[in-house]
Nanobody
Framework: QVQLVESGGGVVQAGGSLRLSCTVS????????MGWFRQAPWKDREFVAA????????YYADSVKGRYTISRDNAKNTVYLQMNSLKPEDTAVYYC?????????????????WGQGTQVTVSS
């Protein structure tokens, strides 16, 4: 079955950077769109960024646009989230997810499998 494994989380000071990775197994990675979501304590899981199967289209939440970059390497079955200029409000568990669809990528229900999450903590 499909498995998504995130890595790269940690603790960073405000203004710093982190790069998250998510490696997928059990599917033909290049056939699927990928997304990143996050969930802060006491809040709903929210969309962060998404990328279609070949990387030619990307989507971002307004809160991260200009600071985060999503990319993918289909040869490595991996999607990345480069996070720059981090703020304390970016603190959350970050999840990657995989979708067989090319539309509606800002919506949780579009995705049919999820990783276990990786904690990102930004200190002020």
């Amino acid at each position: 079955q499909v498995q998504l494994v995130e890595s790269g989380g940690g603790v960073v000071q405000a203004g710093g950077s982190l790069r998250l990775s998510c490696t997928v197994s059990g599917r033909t990675f290049s056939n699927y769109a990928m997304g990143w979501f996050r969930q802060a304590p006491w809040k709903d899981r929210e969309f962060v960024a998404a990328i279609i199967w070949d990387g030619s289209d990307t989507y971002y939440a307004d809160s991260v646009k200009g600071r985060y970059t999503i990319s993918r390497d289909n040869a490595k079955n991996t999607v990345y989230l480069q996070m720059n200029s981090l703020k304390p409000e970016d603190t959350a568990v970050y999840y990657c997810a995989i979708s067989p669809r090319g539309l509606g990528l800002r919506v949780l229900a579009t995705y049919d499998a999820w990783g276990q999450g990786t904690q990102v903590t930004v200190s002020s």
